[in-house]
């Protein structure tokens, strides 16, 4: 790929500029709670977005576009029934206990809700798996410089996935470790608008070439192009899920697990200027998040729309074309288009599954898109609003660890009478092994086609159990610190068990599971996911009953602010009925109904 000066120019004053933010806030990072929390001083709108850009990471931008080309339309479940729900539910519910119990991180609120080993429970598996995604996002970055020959001619190409990895490694820990939550937050907002500016183009374009939507529904199997149609039966829908798993799974576990207990998106919230402000921020951030399909998976669509006869040029960087030099058809049962095979970035070779079939690298449908059809400059602002999205996971996670590492586990654990400056420090330092342990994790993942498959996977083994947690502890003030601690092992134990026990159709034993024995093969990689999520919550909630009704609770008076049914609900007198938080989330889920009858 030949890059003019023009694109090259607009990918470094973005990272100039990122940078910059870093440098600018540096001066008032004074204290731990500048530095972790913005010192709870940002209003709710930038804090929307971004509450939504850090969750608009690669394993959004990339991961989405992924599954759009690999499952269709119905991935548009993951936002609609996997995101709005519960980020309406957070802003409603449970901000007002996060925010009023002035926690400063959600294993803090576990342990004021139930006991010391819970928290440590939790900060250590967060902790594990903020390190994996923030990994994750390094690897498809890595992962697209060098599929796209970025640094060709410059390095040699055996060496630039892993200096890629580096670069980006060494961008978001130098902003970071300048500006901390601040400089994390306010370049999220930056990456937003800069993912918008660089995708919506792509999508007016690529549907103009494929002749719209109806052009995409003529060419993809009909189950690519509904939402709702053949989820009757795991055989008859792409995702190889039925209703079931897709409600429960998705809908409901993964979904409310991941919005209402992930401490990389509640600290965006966190970092609000008062309690409606906090309640406000999921949200705000739920009226862009409801249309991101549009931007995000329609490009996977166009992508394995597009044809040979439609006369699209692409990078010699991919190879689309069979052995015998023809170019690769699309079929019913791997529609592909321009998506090309998956290459080892390790050694080079093209990887083929258990039978023998090509493994298609849909990970490559965006960057594809954005090679087929922008010109020299729009190129530049579509890689860059990529590698954006890169910087946005990345920085997500890794401020989210720092957190949690300083306050969660040294603070608790290793140095509790330091002092603040010291805490400061701490955080930079653990930043730098953050990113370290990052670049670890992003080798890991190089097994999957597809991260969002590896992303929902770490999801249903440390979200799923968790919220069972929450919505116990929450809402039943009989719930007990043992009986947390107990069924949170116990359900994290039960996703590992099913995972070990379980593997996607052609796929090999090992990191996509069967690694203890096989005893049932799912569809696909997203449907063993939603499924390990449903049996790590329902273990996880049977056994904190059972357990809390056999240990004595805590005291009612030490409960209020932390169990619903003992905390004064929040004032809103003093708001006009437009201003309140129940308003907005009327509206919210009236667009999304709509949305779900449309694409049904």
Known sequence: MNLSIIDWLIMLVYFVFVLGIGFALKRYMRTSNDFFLAGRSIPAWVCGLAFISANLGAQEVIGMGASGAKYGIVTSQFYWIGAIPAMVFVGIFMMPFYYGSKARSVPEFLRLRFDEKTRALNAFSFAIMTVISSGISMYAM??????????????????????????????????????????????????????????????????KNVGGWEGIKRTLPAAMTHSWQGMGHASTNTLGVEWVGLAMGLGFVLSFGYWCTDFL????????????????????????????????????LIAVSVTSHMGVTHSAAFSTTAPNGHALPLDEAHPHGIIPQKVDPLNGKPVVDSNGIPVYNYDLAIPMMLLTF???????????????????????????????????????????????????????????????????????????????????????????????????????????????????????????????????????AGIHGGWIHIVHRYPSDMAQNFWTAIFAFAVNFVVTIVVSVATKPRPEPELVGLVYSLTPKPVESHLRWYQKPATLAIAVLAILIALNLVFA
């Open 374 to 508: 922008f010109p020299t400059g729009m190129l530049g602002l579509g890689l860059t609003a990529l590698l954006a999205s890169f910087m946005s996971g990345m920085a997500g996670n890794v401020t989210a660890f720092n957190t949690v590492w300083t306050y969660d586990i040294y603070q608790a654990y290793i140095n509790k009478k330091a002092s603040d400056e010291h805490y400061l420090w701490m955080g930079r330092m653990s930043t730098i092994g953050g990113i370290v342990l990052s670049i670890g994790a992003a080798y890991a993942v190089t097994n999957f086609n597809n991260i969002m498959d590896a992303l929902q996977l770490i999801f249903s083994i440390v979200n799923a159990p968790l919220f069972a947690t929450f919505l116990l502890g929450m809402f039943w003030k009989r719930t007990t610190g043992h009986g947390a601690f107990t069924g949170l092992v116990a359900g994290t134990l039960a996703a590992l068990v099913h995972h070990g026990l379980t593997l996607p159709v052609a796929a090999a």
């Open 265 to 300: 998106v509640i600290q965006r919230a966190m970092a609000a200027d008062s309690e409606v402000s906090a309640r406000r921020v999921p949200l705000i951030a739920s009226i862009p998040k409801m249309f991101f399909p549009f931007l995000v998976i329609l490009p996977g």
């Open 142 to 207: 890595a992962l697209l410089i060098q599929t796209l020959g970025l640094f060709h001619g410059i390095i040699p190409d055996q060496y630039i996935f892993h200096v890629s990895i580096l670069v980006s490694a060494l961008i978001v820990l130098g902003y970071i470790f300048l500006g901390g939550l601040t400089s994390a937050i306010y370049n999220e907002v930056l990456q937003f608008f800069l993912i918008v500016a660089g995708f919506a183009p792509l999508v007016w374009i690529g549907l």
